[in-house]
């Protein structure tokens, strides 16, 4: 089994930058992609960008492409989203999801094993 403890997240105005980070731990070796996805109340959980934890390609939705960036800490054993420009619509909850089903970076929920508990990003306007 794999647990993620996620950290980061808060309230922050439209314009800002938070980062969120993912620690995660147990059977660390079984893990081929770590990823991000958001749930806003109402909707549906949606993928937010995703990384290799070998090979270290990324793979990013179109609504976030140029201000989130994922990224791994390999000292720390971690993956961090930084966020920058944010915006009223980034508001939801952040969930670290990890997956040693699939070798490649995957948007699909239904491919990701392990989840974290998720953590709360507001940006106000």
């Known amino acids: 089994q794999v647990q993620l403890a996620e950290s980061g997240g808060g309230l922050v105005q439209t314009g800002g930058s938070l980062r969120l980070s993912c620690a995660p731990s147990?059977?660390?070796?079984?893990?081929?992609?770590m990823a991000w996805f958001r749930q806003a109340p109402g909707k549906e959980r949606e993928f937010v960008a995703a990384i290799n934890w070998t090979g270290g390609s990324t793979d990013y939705a179109d609504s976030v492409k140029g201000r989130f960036t994922i990224s791994r800490d390999n000292a720390k054993n971690m993956v961090n989203l930084q966020m920058n420009s944010l915006k009223p619509e980034d508001t939801a909850v952040y969930f670290c999801?990890?997956?040693?089903?699939?070798?490649?970076?995957?948007?699909?929920?239904?491919?990701?094993?392990?989840w974290g508990q998720g953590t709360q990003v507001t940006v106000s306007s």
């Open positions: 147990g059977r660390t070796f079984s893990i081929y992609v």
């Open positions: 999801a990890a997956t040693g089903s699939v070798y490649y970076t995957n948007r699909h929920v239904g491919k990701y094993d392990y």
